[in-house]
Each structure stands twice: as structure tokens, then as C-alpha cells.
T-cell receptor
Framework: DTGVSQNPRHKITKRGQNVTFRCDPI?????LYWYRQTLGQGPEFLTY????????KSRLLSDRFSAERPKGSFSTLEIQRTEQGDSAMYLC?????????????FGPGTRLTVL | AQTVTQSQPEMSVQEAETVTLSCTYD???????LFWYKQPPSRQMILVIR??????QNATENRFSVNFQKAAKSFSLKISDSQLGDTAMYFC?????????????FGTGTLLAVQP
């Protein structure tokens, strides 16, 4: 069990560019979550996958954001036409629905800076 | 909608002493879970302890214990025998049980500094 991994760990981009982040969950975890954390705040929920199905999206997830989880394995989060307000830490978490309390395990995050 | 409030932005404690971090939440749900997560500087978030709302007994994990007061909607974390490695941001989080998703709702965090 290698834990949740995220790549890249850091991304600096210019406003208007597109960026894509990747999350590899703990193997056999069928649930995957994306959160966004800005400085001085707790993480805020963005979206949720159960296997390959995206079951919920937060209103925080504007139409510039898209997430996928092909084949129910890794997930990608793409931000198009980045804005300075998108600068944040993007966290991925995974869990297994077989666990009664559905404890979520977090990755190290991808820190995005939009110049 | 559920909300989680952590009213202590920063706290400090001497090594080997005991410290209590506060958390209150607001919900109309009866079945839910509460969590404390720890986020060390520049490191990933890890679970410290969890509590099922249907359990009256307070959860404990080694030096970490909670005081869960369901009626008061309070969920405080007590860290005994504080160690330098406990220095981190601590987040309280709420999860509704049985919803379509099990998303976590976090408070704003408490930055704990353990002083040598």
C-alpha cells in the first residue's frame, strides 16, 4: 500500500493556460475525492467519483474545471483558462466503501500558482 | 447545510503538556461521523481520530482522545504528553452518514505549535 499519490507536486502557470493534475488512489479504493485548499482555510469539496462515475460536483467547480476517472483507477483534474483565483492546493483523497466509516486518505496535494 | 467551526486559529503548548483543541458543528442530521485530521508543515493530511455519532463512548488513539458532546454539537481533541512532532495544522471535519457522497466538511483549522 503506497498511499495516495499526486502529480505534479507543484505547478506554476500563466493566467489563461490550461493545467492538468493527476491522482493515483490507494489500490482497490473505489471512491475518489478532489478538494481545494486555499491559504488559511480548510479543504473544500470539489467532486466525487465512485468507480468511474462522477456522482457529485460542487458549485465551486465552474465549467472551466473538468475531472475524469477512466476505468475507475487514476483521476485527472483539468483547469482550463486558469485565473489567479485558481491558485490553491488541490488535494485528492480515496476511500473504500467497504469500510464502515469510509475514512478518506489524502495525497500530498498539487500546489497551483497562477501568475 | 452542515458547518464546522474551529474558534482557535493558533495554539501553543509546551512539550509533554496537554492541550485541547475545540470544534463545534451544526447539523440537523442524526447519523454522522466526526474526524480530526493533522496536516504537518508541507506534508500531507493524515487522520488522527474518528468518532461515530451513534457511539456515546469517546474515541481514543494512544495520546489522542476526543470529548464528543452530541447535544452540544461539540467535538474537542485532547493531546496528552505533547511531542514536537505534533506541531501541525489540525482540522476538524464532519461527514454525513448514508448520503450519496461521503464528502468531508472541514473547519478552518487550528495551528498547534509544540514548544521544546
Amino acid at each position: 500500500d503506497t498511499g495516495v499519490s499526486q502529480n505534479p507536486r507543484h505547478k506554476i502557470t500563466k493566467r489563461g493556460q490550461n493545467v492538468t493534475f493527476r491522482c493515483d488512489p490507494i489500490s482497490e479504493h473505489n471512491r475518489l475525492y478532489w478538494y481545494r485548499q486555499t491559504l488559511g482555510q480548510g479543504p473544500e469539496f470539489l467532486t466525487y467519483f465512485q468507480n468511474e462515475a462522477q456522482l457529485e460536483k460542487s458549485r465551486l467547480l465552474s465549467d472551466r474545471f473538468s475531472a475524469e476517472r477512466p476505468k475507475g483507477s487514476f483521476s485527472t483534474l483539468e483547469i482550463q483558462r486558469t485565473e489567479q483565483g485558481d491558485s490553491a492546493m488541490y488535494l485528492c483523497a480515496s476511500s473504500s466503501w467497504t469500510q464502515l466509516t469510509d475514512t478518506q486518505y489524502f495525497g500530498p496535494g498539487t500546489r497551483l500558482t497562477v501568475l | 447545510a452542515q458547518t464546522v467551526t474551529q474558534s482557535q486559529p493558533e495554539m501553543s503548548v509546551q512539550e509533554a503538556e496537554t492541550v485541547t483543541l475545540s470544534c463545534t458543528y451544526d447539523t440537523s442530521e442524526n447519523n454522522y461521523y466526526l474526524f480530526w485530521y493533522k496536516q504537518p508543515p508541507s506534508r500531507q493530511m493524515i487522520l488522527v481520530i474518528r468518532q461515530e455519532a451513534y457511539k456515546q463512548q469517546n474515541a481514543t488513539e494512544n495520546r489522542f482522545s476526543v470529548n464528543f458532546q452530541k447535544a452540544a454539537k461539540s467535538f474537542s481533541l485532547k493531546i496528552s504528553d505533547s511531542q514536537l512532532g505534533d506541531t501541525a495544522m489540525y482540522f476538524c471535519a464532519f461527514m454525513k452518514h448514508g448520503g450519496a457522497t461521503n464528502k468531508l466538511i472541514f473547519g478552518t483549522g487550528t495551528l498547534l505549535a509544540v514548544q521544546p
